[in-house]
């Protein structure tokens, strides 16, 4: 959420770095409401200040053997003024913050304004496949070797599900190991989660309530409704929520594995296909805790960690910097870890290492005692795929192609799986 003393201070500044997000926002209403409040406010301070010197007199009034009951008649008339007043505030506090609530994180100043044209392209690493004979997709590849099963996938759940089998499983399962064994190693603290959420989660992540329609909600009637995680990152950044953590404890490090449940699974188009796109994925996130002060170099580790995962697979991929229209609501900066899939042409997303500042924060309320200045302050929330495994799958079974058919598991991972060297029919 943005600060509303930001905009106050420059309205001019907040909505042209909002435009840069291709948001267009007019904040005239939003700065009359506060002057409004305001107004109220004093009002309200002066009427109490009122009733308090009222109320000083009932004792030389009872002192003195005279009637308090007018005092006390003009103490109630007050009180009922002040509880109006009252209400009409807390009116106005929640006509701003409804405000606010939907404005996107403003961009960070280097960013580029537009959509995905913009986006930069920092590095690609590892060579690029290039193959003697004429090679396979990773739908007939996983399919052939008995790896993954579409079929009965769509069977028992419908389209954009798959289901994993056999050696496909392991290679999985291998995958998430690799990860744990790695964040692990770095000092990330390994959580796993509720995959039911309440709807605070979502709003203090920023996901609500712009985009409440983009989750599987579940329906109880006992009590209020629950949502299927779209992310670990959606749990992980309110962990402590309404809490004041001390300095001391920051930056704050945790990863956790689920799986993550999205309703739009995309147009089923040729190129998205297979694993690319589906509504139910196994992921391990990233998140860390930091001060203002700490959190350009956590942004970068997190790249750099994502990066490496990609890197000792041995695949061949792309670090992009997104433009400010490419970054999602929530985040002001954000660098992609793309994967190259052959049969495709293009590179895919593996990876979103992004940087939230205080956004995320001021909507769950998470703080920290500065040690100089003893005051509290918003924490920054940063988070990074670590990693989605669905397009991986599919970049490892392309890019690691034989002729005859097979496939070279990458050497990471061959340790996850009994030293298997080779995946064949």
């Given amino acids: 959420m943005i600060s509303i003393e930001l905009i106050k201070n420059n309205p001019e500044k907040v909505q042209a770095d909002l435009a840069r997000k291709g948001c267009k926002v007019d904040f005239s209403e939003l700065l009359q409401l506060d002057t409004d409040r305001r107004k109220l406010i ?29 005092i006390f008649e003009e103490m109630k008339k007050l009180g009922n003024k002040i509880e109006d007043l009252d209400k009409k505030v807390q009116e106005y506090d929640d006509k701003i913050w409804n405000f606010l609530a939907v404005l996107p994180n403003p961009p960070d100043e280097d960013l580029l304004e537009g959509g995905k044209e913009n986006n930069k392209v920092l590095r690609q690493v590892n060579t690029k496949p290039e193959f003697a004979f004429k090679p396979k997709n990773h739908v007939d590849l996983c399919t052939d070797l008995g790896l993954i099963d579409y079929d ?31 964040h692990t190693k770095d000092g990330y603290e390994f959580i796993l989660p509720p ?20 989750v599987y909600w579940i329906d109880n009637k006992d009590e209020k409704s629950k949502f299927l995680l779209p992310t670990a990152e959606t749990a992980l950044v309110n962990l402590y929520k309404g809490e004041i ?6 930056p704050m490090k945790f990863f956790a594995y689920t799986p993550c449940y999205r309703r739009e699974a995309g147009s089923y188009r040729q190129e998205e296909r297979g694993m690319i796109r589906g509504h139910q994925f196994n992921k391990v996130e990233m998140v860390q805790i930091t001060t203002p002060e700490q959190s350009a170099k956590a942004f970068d580790e997190l790249v750099a960690k994502a990066e490496n995962l990609v890197k000792n697979l041995g695949l061949h991929y792309q670090v992009s910097k997104l433009a400010a229209g490419d970054c999602s609501a929530s985040m002001r900066r954000t660098y992609d870890i793309e994967v190259w899939i052959p049969s495709m042409g293009i590179y895919k997303e593996v990876s979103s290492a992004s940087n939230a500042g205080d956004y995320q924060a001021r909507r769950n309320n998470t703080k920290y005692r500065n040690k100089e200045t003893k005051k509290t302050e918003f ?23 034989n ?6 598991v990458p050497e990471v991972l061959r340790k996850y799986l009994g030293g298997l060297e080779k995946i064949t029919k």
Wanted: charged share 25%; net charge negative.
């Fill in 403 to 408: 002729e005859d058919g097979s496939v070279t």
């Fill in 195 to 214: 995959h039911m959420l309440n709807y605070d989660c979502g709003y203090g992540a920023g996901q609500f309530p712009k985009f409440s329609e983009e």
């Fill in 245 to 250: 953590v001390p300095e001391e404890q920051l």
């Fill in 42 to 70: 004093q009002e309200v301070e002066s009427l109490k200040s009122e009733k308090n010197k009222v109320s000083s007199q009932i004792p030389t009034f009872k002192k003195e053997g005279k009637d308090t009951s007018e």
């Fill in 379 to 401: 924490v920054h929330t940063l988070n990074a795929s670590g990693l989605a495994t669905s397009r991986l799958i599919p970049a490892i079974v392309e890019q690691y192609q």
């Fill in 152 to 182: 009965r996938g769509v069977k028992l759940a419908g389209n954009g599900c798959w289901l994993y089998r056999g050696l496909g499983a392991r290679l999985e399962w291998a995958l998430l190991n690799y990860f744990i064994e790695e």
